[in-house]
């Protein structure tokens, strides 16, 4: 034992199946390296020979630690994704910018309201958007993070949170803007405020936390926790399994255990 | 990249063939034969955990004789990164009422309680704060809320039978009853959950679950969660300091055998610090980047066990651990995306699960360990997998089903970011089919303790994927966001309560250290191994070989 099988890309032990990959040339930090085609960028870096401690979180698309930008030597075009995602291309100038300094607001979101002016309070800067842009080529997630700041200055918290849903606060966005804003911060903002004030509370998970404070469930738990498994299997075998894709309004047979 | 390659899109053709005839079974309601008790356990000798060479006993430490993969073993029978006796405990870097090791969902709610409560925090944490497998987390996190058809007595009957009814009681039933309350907390903090018009919590079923208590945040509830927690936490900048690219490497005891802080490595600068606490919870997540038996993982660069070994170090005992999830669907193709989780629901909405014939082998929807072990047998024994052009083997998740059953555009609603990715792949999921194989996912056991989070080290307290015994030998969906928040805030409570109360002052030591190694070496271990790992190796070994002068640690540089 001992032997490190590599998961991440093929080695020349693993074998390629049907035959190399192709190498292509990529220019990480504009140096020259050549890296088989079908490679993520994070990928390409580590076959470069680099060991990654920044830039590399989940190295499934969703963490933002690995904001890349890049261009091609013909093109007029920054274009911009998350290394984990995107795959090499030949001639790729590309760096990661896996951190970029931005404020972030300090707030207790028990004192403030869900309106226009917490927002101008608290990121005042957000009024100085020019609406160029410029943030929505340069987000890796395909988000329309201008749009989101247009309804962020209008105190449109449910557009802001809607809209920047999937924000993985890389900081792409931030980086570029003319203005110097951080429109990321200003999205979970509006999130946290649209969750909390603006999407109704749901009843039930109170009612329920009542009624387990209340003591309903303990007499019930403490017997399933005395049962031996002969017991639990039965118990468990005779659930009633609520069908699938079943309306609020369903209800089980035994109430009794409610 | 161009899509699928030729020789694949001629196998998929056959996908197509028999697609019609399925649907309409489907259709009429007419499933593939789920497996009777019986057939599964045979079926169950080709999961990986059933394979006897997989696991060996450990022959230090506490747990002496309990055999798990050789992987954990590996890094349980190795020596310390540091030599203890160059640490000058005299010279403290930091100090703070808990230290919390690593900022994942368990940690960071473990942090916002502990302020609560008073104490000065420090998270600190190998990568950035946030980069942890609570990021990744998909599907969606359990609680039992809905009254009119549930409560947490049928959420413990779930958790015990996925958990085949070996789960610690105790935690079991922490677990449930604290769920609701987890779920109005996440609220109350703005986490925007999927809901109805009348805020009622959309809610759906997950594998093994017998009502409909899953509630999530579209497909990204861990991250949802997660960047909810961190946010809340970075309000609190006074009280929580978080220090980023800081791995623990060791345990700090005193002379009372109490735990009171910990050595870090700084991942960049290199250098080695220590932080005093008076309480410590670790909350370092999972390990399926150890890539048990060479398999590809879901989980996030950092998932390591390190928190098992250096705990273990300090005397705490192991559980649960000759288990490991394995999620059935994990893309195998193309190569970028390997590991990456299909998520169940994939299945749940109707994509047939395919050998290479185009034929159904077992139904979507067995358990996870069945389902992981039917597409094993049928690419091994049965000799019916799909070869890859990347020399690997995998099953076709029909995806295109989904929107033939449910209506076009379905499987790109459902799943965005799954339909977002592929894209780039130029594979359009809602046309052609996903090859997937079984990737590693979650660690179902982990580091023994209480429903109050201790362990038995006096100011040591652990939470999350890092633990054991909540889940017993198997983990339901949903079932681990939802502990790490449970477990978390209690560890949060727990050891702020021991911090203010119960530590005691005392030399500072890495004795524990010591005696590890010495019994390493009467063992007859004779290794240069060191844990904890930190980061799995991925760097490129061609480039290794010439690197004539750099020196590796390990795995790290
Ligand atoms: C792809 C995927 C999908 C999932 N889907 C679901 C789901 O739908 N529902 C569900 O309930 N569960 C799901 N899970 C499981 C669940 O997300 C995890 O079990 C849970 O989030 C673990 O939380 P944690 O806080 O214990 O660990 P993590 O969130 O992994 O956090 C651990 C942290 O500790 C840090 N760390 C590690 N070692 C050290 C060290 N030596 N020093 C300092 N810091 C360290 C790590 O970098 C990390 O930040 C999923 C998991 C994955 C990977
Ligand atoms: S880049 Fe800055 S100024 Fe331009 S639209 Fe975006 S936020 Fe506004
Ligand atoms: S909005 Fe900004 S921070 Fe968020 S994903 Fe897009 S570029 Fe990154
Ligand atoms: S590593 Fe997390 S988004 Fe790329």
Redesign the interface.
Same mark, same amino acid.
């Given at each position: 034992?001992?032997k490190?099988?590599?998961?991440?890309?093929?080695?020349?032990e693993?074998?390629?199946?049907?035959g190399e990959i192709p190498k292509v040339p990529v220019f990480i930090m504009g140096k020259r390296y050549e890296v088989p085609?079908?490679?993520?960028i994070q990928?390409a870096f580590?076959?470069?020979?680099?060991?990654?401690?920044?830039g590399?979180?989940?190295?499934?698309?969703?963490?933002g630690?690995c904001g890349t930008v890049y261009r091609f030597p013909d093109s007029h075009k920054i274009e911009v994704g998350l290394a984990c995602?995107?795959?090499v291309r030949p001639n790729m100038y590309l760096t990661m910018i896996p951190f970029f300094p931005a404020n972030?607001a300090?707030?207790?979101?028990e004192e403030i309201r869900p309106d226009l002016e917490s927002m101008i309070k608290l990121y005042p800067d957000v009024m100085r958007c020019v609406q160029c842009n410029t943030c929505t080529k340069s987000c890796p997630m395909?988000i329309e993070v201008m749009d989101y700041m247009a309804a962020a200055m209008r105190g449109d918290l449910t557009k802001v949170?809607k809209l920047s849903?999937?924000c993985?606060?890389c900081g792409l966005c931030a980086s570029r803007c003319p203005t110097e804003i951080a429109q990321y911060h200003i999205a979970?903002l509006a999130?946290?405020?649209?969750?909390?004030?603006i999407?109704?509370?749901?009843?039930?998970?109170?009612?329920?936390?009542k009624?387990?404070e209340e003591g309903r469930?303990d007499s019930?738990?403490n017997n399933?926790?005395k049962a031996d498994?002969d017991k639990?299997?039965r118990?468990?075998n005779e659930?009633?399994?609520?069908p699938?894709g079943?309306g609020?309004d369903?209800?089980?047979k035994d109430s009794q255990?409610? | 990249?161009a899509g699928y390659p030729p020789?694949l899109k001629r196998l998929i053709k056959k996908v197509e063939e028999t697609r019609p005839a399925r649907v309409e079974r489907k259709k009429r309601g007419e499933e593939f034969p789920m497996l009777s008790l019986r057939e599964r356990e045979e079926r169950l000798k080709f999961h990986p955990d059933y394979k006897g060479e997989s696991r060996?006993e450990i022959r230090v430490g506490p747990n002496k004789g309990y055999a798990i993969p050789?992987e954990i073993v590996?890094l349980l029978e190795a020596r310390s990164r540091v030599d203890p006796d160059q640490i000058d405990l005299s010279a403290i870097n930091h100090e703070t009422d808990v230290l919390i090791i690593g900022g994942g969902g368990a940690g960071t709610a473990a942090a916002l309680f502990a302020q609560e409560r008073g104490a000065k925090v420090i998270i600190a944490t190998k990568?950035?704060h946030?980069?942890?497998n609570t990021?990744?987390a998909e599907g969606g996190i359990q609680?039992?809320?809905?009254?009119?058809?549930?409560?947490?007595?049928?959420h413990?009957?779930?958790v015990?039978?996925g958990g085949h009814?070996k789960n610690t009681?105790?935690l079991a039933?922490t677990l449930? *009853?604290e769920a609701?309350?987890v *779920?109005?907390w996440l609220?109350?903090?703005?986490?925007?959950?999927d809901?109805?018009?009348?805020?009622?919590?959309l809610t759906l079923?997950g594998g093994g679950t017998?009502? #409909?208590r899953m509630h999530y945040a579209?497909d *990204?509830t861990g991250?949802e969660i997660m960047?909810?927690l961190r946010?809340?936490a970075?309000?609190r900048?006074e009280d929580i300091r978080v220090f980023e690219?800081s791995a623990a490497v060791e345990l700090i005891l005193n002379e009372h055998g109490h735990c009171a802080g910990a050595v870090f490595y700084n991942?960049?600068t290199e250098e080695y610090f220590s932080v005093k606490a008076k309480a410590v919870i670790v909350a370092t997540g999972g390990s399926g980047r150890l890539?048990y038996q060479?398999?590809?993982?879901?989980n996030?660069?950092?998932a390591t066990a390190d928190g098992l070994v250096i705990g273990y170090r300090a005397g705490v005992r192991l559980c649960f651990l000759h288990t490991y999830q394995y999620h059935p669907t994990g893309v195998v193709y193309?190569? #970028?995306a390997?590991?990456?989780?299909i998520t169940e629901k994939f299945r749940?909405a109707g994509a047939n699960v395919l050998n290479v014939d185009g034929e159904q082998f077992v139904n979507e929807r067995e358990p996870r360990d069945v389902e992981s072990a039917s597409v094993i047998r049928e690419c091994t024994t049965v000799g019916k997998g799909v070869?890859?052009?990347?020399?690997?083997v995998g099953v076709w998740l029909d995806s295109p089903m989904i929107d033939v059953l449910r209506g076009e555009g379905t499987a790109q609603r459902e799943f965005?970011?799954k339909h977002?990715?592929f894209r780039?792949?130029e594979i359009d999921i809602s046309k052609e089919p996903i090859l997937v194989y079984p990737t590693l996912h979650y660690q179902n056991g982990g580091l023994e303790f209480t429903p109050k989070c201790e362990t038995v080290i006096p100011g040591l307290f652990i939470a999350g994927e890092v633990t054991g015994g909540i889940h017993g030998e198997n983990r339901l969906m949903g079932n681990s966001l939802l502990d790490v928040c449970v477990f978390g805030r209690i560890a949060g409570e727990s050891g702020a309560v021991y911090a203010k109360e119960r530590a005691k002052e005392g030399r500072l030591t890495l004795e524990h250290v010591k005696k590890y190694h010495r019994e390493l070496e009467e063992a007859g271990i004779v290794t240069d191994?060191v844990a904890p790992m930190l980061?799995?190796?991925?760097?490129?070994?061609?480039?290794?070989e010439r #690197?004539l002068t750099a020196h590796y640690v390990g795995t *790290?540089?």
């Open positions: 034992m001992g490190r099988t590599r998961k991440d890309f093929p080695t020349k693993e074998g390629r199946g049907n085609a079908s490679l993520t990928k580590e076959y470069a020979g680099y060991q990654l401690i920044r590399c979180g989940c190295r499934g698309g969703i963490c630690a995602q995107t795959v972030r300090i707030y207790d979101l395909d949170a849903f999937d993985v606060m979970i999130r946290r405020l649209y969750g909390k004030y999407l109704p509370k749901s009843e039930h998970t109170d009612a329920m936390v009624r387990i469930y019930m738990l399933l926790m498994e639990l299997k118990l468990y659930r009633e399994i609520e699938e079943a609020e369903w209800k089980p255990y409610l | 990249m020789e060996r050789h590996d990568l950035r946030g980069d942890a990021m990744m609680g039992a809320t809905k009254r009119s058809k549930d409560s947490p007595y049928f413990y009957l779930d015990m039978g009814f009681p105790e039933y449930v *009853i609701p309350k *779920i109005a609220e109350s903090m703005g986490m925007m959950f809901k109805s018009r009348d805020g009622t919590m079923h017998c009502r #409909q579209a *990204i991250a960047r909810t946010d809340e970075r309000n900048i690219f991942m960049e890539h060479g398999y590809m993982t879901t996030h660069y950092g193309p190569e #970028q390997e590991g990456l989780l749940g070869s890859t052009p990347t020399g690997k965005p970011g977002i990715l780039r792949y191994r980061l799995p190796d991925y760097s490129n070994p061609e480039v290794r #690197q *790290i540089r």
